[in-house]
């Protein structure tokens, strides 16, 4: 064994890490999920898009919103159904939000990063960046989720990451409803970037209205960024789903 797997698995041993979605203890060859929520996640992620039926890890359809917003295509691997917080992909957002746990931001980085590469002809072409959390809930729970995100995928992808946006929003978005979530969402740019003519994967955790995603693509246009692509671990926006393909324990 190298020292580097000796590392490895003393940290393991000594942060003993739980699963994400049921509080059990892992064994070492687990990750973030205990086996049995390993295959509900799994499951999940067998859900189908209502317009491609693709499944979501292989689709890039965006909602209207984003659309109208020139975000026309927008990458994600689970739906996250916020009237049932017992499931496992809510769970997994939860601790990407609240508890930056490294093992997590990793895994959803390498799912996402494999999403792009099976979206993307050139993913090479592009830079990335990403929708930026508010202040407040930064220094509250001490991680700003989507910049994290961005940095794993950018190392695994070998892309350079731009710190383009600054957020002004005064509230979560969360707590309010669609026409408040546009009003809330206001970024800005960052003195001195230029995005002219750049190809731009713009990166969050999740995209609930589109109303976010679609206020920092409009800053980054003007920044002139020439293409946007939505990056997202989750969607939660209502399509008009139709089940293709439903696995027994489908949520």
């Given at each position: 064994?190298?020292?580097?797997?000796?590392?490895?698995?003393?940290?393991?041993?000594i942060?003993?890490?739980?699963?994400?979605?049921c509080?059990?203890?892992?064994?070492?060859?687990?990750?973030?999920?205990?086996?049995?929520?390993?295959?509900?996640?799994e499951?999940?992620k067998?859900?189908?898009?209502s317009?491609?039926?693709?499944?979501?890890?292989?689709?890039?359809?965006?909602?209207?919103y984003?659309?109208?917003?020139?975000?026309?295509?927008?990458?994600?691997?689970?739906?996250?159904?916020?009237?049932?917080e017992?499931?496992?992909?809510?769970?997994?957002?939860?601790?990407?939000?609240?508890?930056?746990?490294?093992?997590?931001?990793?895994?959803c980085?390498?799912?996402?990063?494999?999403?792009?590469?099976?979206?993307?002809e050139?993913?090479s072409?592009?830079?990335?960046t990403y929708?930026?959390?508010?202040?407040?809930?930064?220094?509250?729970?001490?991680?700003?989720?989507?910049?994290?995100?961005?940095e794993?995928?950018?190392?695994?992808?070998?892309?350079?990451?731009?710190?383009?946006?600054?957020?002004r929003?005064?509230?979560?978005?969360?707590?309010?409803?669609?026409?408040?979530?546009?009003?809330?969402?206001?970024?800005?740019?960052?003195?001195?970037?230029?995005?002219?003519?750049?190809?731009?994967?713009?990166?969050?955790?999740?995209?609930?209205?589109?109303?976010?995603?679609?206020?920092a693509?409009?800053?980054?246009?003007?920044?002139?960024?020439?293409?946007?692509?939505?990056?997202?671990?989750?969607?939660?926006?209502k399509?008009?789903f139709?089940?293709?393909?439903?696995?027994?324990?489908?949520?």
């Amino acid at each position: 064994m190298d020292i580097s797997a000796l590392l490895k698995r003393v940290r393991f041993y000594i942060t003993v890490p739980t699963c994400v979605h049921c509080g059990e203890r892992l064994d070492y060859e687990d990750r973030v999920f205990c086996p049995d929520c390993r295959s509900r996640y799994e499951n999940v992620k067998l859900r189908n898009c209502s317009r491609c039926a693709k499944i979501l890890s292989k689709c890039s359809c965006p909602n209207d919103y984003l659309d109208a917003h020139l975000v026309h295509r927008l990458i994600k691997i689970v739906r996250y159904v916020s009237s049932l917080e017992d499931l496992p992909q809510n769970r997994l957002v939860f601790s990407l939000k609240r508890e930056n746990r490294d093992d997590v931001a990793a895994l959803c980085a390498e799912e996402l990063a494999s999403a792009i590469r099976a979206s993307i002809e050139d993913p090479s072409a592009f830079v990335l960046t990403y929708v930026p959390r508010r202040g407040s809930a930064r220094r509250k729970y001490g991680v700003d989720q989507a910049r994290i995100l961005a940095e794993h995928i950018a190392r695994l992808l070998g892309l350079p990451v731009i710190h383009a946006l600054r957020s002004r929003a005064r509230a979560p978005q969360k707590k309010l409803d669609a026409k408040q979530r546009r009003e809330n969402a206001v970024f800005l740019g960052r003195r001195g970037v230029d995005l002219s003519g750049k190809r731009v994967l713009l990166v969050d955790d999740i995209v609930t209205t589109g109303a976010s995603m679609g206020a920092a693509a409009s800053v980054l246009r003007g920044l002139g960024a020439r293409e946007i692509v939505g990056v997202c671990l989750a969607i939660a926006y209502k399509d008009p789903f139709v089940p293709f393909e439903k696995p027994p324990h489908f949520a």
